[in-house]
């Protein structure tokens, strides 16, 4: 069974710009969500899509945003980007995502993409 | 709101000998889950082991063990017999019904050959 896989890999860009990163889940699950990942403030929530739905959200500022299609495949988007988005990436796959029962919940996570903005 | 506390912010472990990692949280809800996962230098977090609040026993997966003390509130993580491979970072986390993954800060393990 494929894993969860995150494209690119790698990204530069710079202040101002605007980015948009892809996660494809693993086969069957339903729910994908995101995290940034800094040295600073280490692994943070972003949001969770399940069935196309946005269900929960992190605190971050509303530059941030996602969408989810109907094959599960996610995109994040990031707008007017800072210097402190340059971040590791993550999305992690669930079958049945945050509101899942103890057991059915865990998360498969992709290899990241690491966003650099200058 | 639930929060998870890794106090090791590195930990050194001779080839093929033990190590544990240590992990406590804090959560008020009854139901809950425990996850240990392992981030290599490339970036990817690799799921190792899970532990239900409600499991009698502890839970294994291969040399991965969880020692898990729920009146004391830890989930500590056992390798047995590490490897060079080993080397990387390691992140707790916990998550009941309806909530989201909260992680710990992480610990850095190095397996000295």
């Known amino acids: 069974k494929a894993g969860v896989t995150q494209t690119p890999r790698y990204l530069i860009k710079t202040r101002g710009q605007q980015v948009t990163l892809s996660c494809s889940p693993i086969?069957?699950?339903?729910?994908v969500s995101w995290y940034q990942q800094t040295p600073g403030q280490g692994l943070q929530f972003l949001f969770e899509y399940f069935s196309e739905t946005q269900r929960n959200k992190g605190n971050f500022p509303g530059r941030f945003s996602g969408r989810q299609f109907s094959n599960s495949r996610s995109e994040m988007n990031v707008s007017t980007l800072e210097l402190g988005d340059s971040a590791l990436y993550l999305c992690a796959s669930s079958l049945f995502g945050l509101a899942g029962g103890l057991g059915t919940d865990t998360q498969y996570f992709g290899p990241g993409t690491r966003l650099t903005v200058l | 709101a639930q929060k998870i506390t890794q106090t090791q912010p590195g930990m050194f472990v001779q080839e093929k000998e033990a190590v544990t990692l240590d992990c406590t949280y804090d959560?008020?809800?009854?139901?809950?889950?425990l996850f240990w996962y392992k981030q290599p230098s490339s970036g990817e977090m690799i799921f190792l082991i899970y532990?239900?609040?409600?499991?009698?026993q502890n839970a294994t997966e291969g040399r991965y063990s969880l020692n898990f003390q729920k009146a004391r509130k830890s989930a500590n993580l056992v390798i047995s017999a590490s490897q060079l491979g080993d080397s990387a970072m390691y992140f707790c986390?916990?998550?009941?019904?309806?909530?989201?993954?909260?992680f710990g800060t992480g610990t850095s393990l190095t397996v000295i050959p």
């Open positions: 959560t008020s809800d009854p139901s809950y889950g």
């Open positions: 086969s069957g699950h339903r729910s």
């Open positions: 532990q239900g609040s409600y499991d009698q």
């Open positions: 986390a916990i998550k009941s019904p309806g909530n989201q993954f909260y």
